[in-house]
């Protein structure tokens, strides 16, 4: 096999019965990962101990950091705990389900992998709808009513075993064997089914990419937007960290969920509100069935564990210090605990991951004392710890890990080559058009990239270009970088696009053609919304009004006359 063929192949899996294909062998990438490591050196473009330390840098720190406070919540089922707790409260009418689903999906996925998040979601999903289809047919068959699909309808007169086929070959078609006796409305059903079926599964996979854009660490292109700007922009004062982005991220998110869960309902529901939020009593007795799907997976979990509420803790715990750390707009506990010479704080959010990730590693399972076993030799055996190193081992993606430290490399590499200035000084008579449908035109393009490529490779690609594109027409780096990071998580029309769409793709409900037909309005929803908040709530979180300083310390250039000139485009 040629080098190409092997680096071409793809993974497949079986489900029920089929090869699916999801996308390209994760190997690969991790593999592709090291060649800056070998190539810079020989080219003379960096040293080996400078692109070295690129691949395990504070931002790849932080990503470590939270995937292990995400694993501990996932060993334990604690995410499984929230979702069905949540679905129990919102309730199971078809519309309210949708958003339910949606809800759950998109919080998960603001902390754990939005693969796994996808993964654990639809099973139980598919669950809930099946019983909501399947009540009525089986109250029928509790009260006698005929089966549709084993009864024959019995002729009006006694006839003998060899009779019916006899009086049926001399043409007497009243004795012929009768087919089953279908209900009219029984295939009209079964397409609603379907339909909602196929809707629920988008609305999950779309929900948990939606999700992860809410969080620095909820995808990975938002940590490769932090690297790619610390790398390029030494001098900034830590612009982009947990409680800025959030910010910005969080309105955003909740605002396009809630428009792709109207999306996804006209088009899969339908226009009658009336019967999509049950206001009649048919559907009682399907959503009494669906609920109690849900009350059995929940008793399943049975009482929180001393394992889970110590996680729990943890993990509220590391959210309050990541948002309280540096925040912006007040002094956090690390500029007044651990500042440095410019009243800075000296830790990352990256430090507070690796501390409270550590605690995992110490703190019991169990409660110490009487819940403790007894050795083989009569002696208490110590419970095990909350995190071991094998469940860590098997669940941590170190293949992402190898990726993104690659792309801060060829990020870095192609910052001091100068290929990211000559692409950034070759988009310059983007200067004549306003900053807004700058950032629309540079959104829409990154969104359709995304499609074909991973988020990852998109985002590593095209951040350095846009910032020396930003430079060179005297325009903040973050208000073009910002937009298309989160762009580069609008990956809705095919399969291949993103493994949450590939998970719900192998389940055979759906088609290439639905799922290009949901995602294309989606994506286009998705750029107008990004393009709203950068544009809007984006500007006093990062000061978008203006070229800040940091940005222009390795250019030559003045932006102080084109700034007079272009704030009168980009003033919201």
Known sequence: MTVGGWMGRWVGRWVNGKSVFLSPEPSLYSFTAFFPLILFPMMAIMDASEVSVEYLNDTNILFIGGLLMAIAVEHWNLHKRIALRVLLFIGVKPALLFLGFM???AFLSMWISNTATTAMMVPIAHAVLEQLHRAPEQKDREAGSVNISFELQEPNYPITEK???????????????V???VPLDYHQKEREHLKISQGMSLGVCYAASIGGIATLTGTTPNLVLQGQVNSIFPDNPSVVNFASWFGFAFPT??????????WLQLLFLGFNFRKNFSCGDKTLEQERAAYQVIQAEHKKLGP???????????????VVLWFTREPGFFPGWGNVAFPNHKGESMLSDGTVAFFLSMILFIIPSEFPG?????????????????????????????????????????ARGSEVSGLSEWLGNKLTPLQSIPSPAIVFILCLLVAVFTECTSNVATTTLFLPILASMAQAICLNPLYVMLPCTMSSSLAFMLPVATPPNAIVFSFGQLKVCDMARAGFLLNIIGVLTITLAVN???????????????????????????????????DP
């Open 103 to 105: 809800i759950v999906t």
């Open 163 to 177: 009779e019916p086929q006899k009086l049926c070959e001399k043409g007497e078609k009243s004795s012929c064997p």
């Open 179 to 181: 087919p089953p006796s």
């Open 253 to 262: 998110m909740i605002i396009l969920l809630l428009l792709s869960w109207i």
């Open 304 to 318: 929180m564990s001393f394992a889970e509420k110590a996680v729990t803790f943890l993990f509220f715990l590391l």
């Open 370 to 410: 009487f819940s403790q076993q007894q050795g083989t030799q009569g002696k208490l055996k110590a419970p095990a710890a909350l995190l071991n190193w094998n469940t860590v081992n098997k669940k941590m993606p170190w293949n992402i890990v190898f990726l993104l430290g690659g792309g801060f490399a060829l």
């Open 536 to 570: 809007t709530w984006g500007y006093p979180i990062f000061q978008l009004d203006h070229f800040p300083d940091w940005a222009q310390s390795n250019i030559t250039t003045s932006c102080n006359v084109y700034n007079q000139f272009n704030t009168s485009f980009i």
